[in-house]
DNA sequence: TTCTCATATGCATAAATGTGCATGTGTGCG
DNA sequence: CGCACACATGCACATTTATGCATATGAGAA
């Protein structure tokens, strides 16, 4: 009983796994662990998990594809979950520290649409340091 | 950065706090603890607890008379939060267990519009047992 | 196959959380 | 005033949760 219900919630009432989750509501496409890592800054097991959890609560899907696993909003869920992306969207972007931008300038690293680059990497350095 | 949504999301993310709020958004009116007590069958401790938790996220809102505080849902909250509970009103009943039915018993031994009898009172338990 | 890299997951620990008990605060009544 | 009742809150304890480490799985490349 509710338990779909406290799964998202619960999901949701992290700090880290909130970012995870606004950024996904917020730039329409998918994003795989590596450069989600990158972009929020968070070690590997972290992001993993957190995406794991958003899984389970049924808000994300995943699909691997190669060596890569992308995560996406799951545009299929209950009423209530399609209601607590609606919120989660009006969070305005002041609430975060350049998510959008660090993600913008993680997908320009993709060639063909897809990453190539792996987490923590030279190049992202080398872009995150250009970049400020 | 960010306290106010997770505060929010953490209020909701338990089962009983999650069936006070959304006992509120159903039958739009306020409700005092004894009256919340008995309609959930919680403990003082906890019925009291967890309204102070919902009225920190502001959520709820509350007001003393005479000796009863009321809860009532806030509807001057945030895009966000009003965006929660608008999800929360599309949780169906069926997901709880007569939690709306016990409520109008409830109220219905208010006087003029006030509760009149404390929690886990004599007359409660004899109109429980009658509405079976 | 073996190696490398991206991702996932069990284990241990520290921090946060929910609940019961006891006590404190505030209000109304006699 | 003193008492009764509704409600709030600090403390202790059990459970949950978040994180780091280590290891496992899975896919591509040599």
């Not at 995943?62 to 909003?73: H, P, Q």
């Not at 299929?76 to 209601?83: E, L, M, R, T």
């Not at 350049?98 to 872009?127: F, H, K, T, Y």
């Amino acid at each position: 009983m509710l338990n779909n219900y406290i799964d998202t919630l619960k999901a949701l009432a992290d700090p880290n796994r909130l970012r995870l989750f606004w950024l996904l509501a917020h730039i329409d496409q998918r994003i795989c662990v590596a450069e989600a890592m990158d972009v929020l800054g968070e070690s590997h097991y972290n992001v993993s998990r957190n995406l794991k959890i958003l899984l389970k609560a049924n808000i994300v899907t995943a699909s691997r594809e190669g060596k890569w696993v992308f995560y996406t909003l799951n545009n299929d869920g209950s009423a209530f979950n399609q209601q607590i992306l609606a919120a989660v969207r009006h969070i305005p972007a002041q609430e975060f520290s350049g998510e959008i931008q660090r993600c913008q300038l993680r997908l320009n690293m993709r060639r063909d649409g897809q990453c190539v680059v792996g987490p923590d990497s030279p190049e992202w350095q080398q872009a995150l340091s250009n970049h400020l």
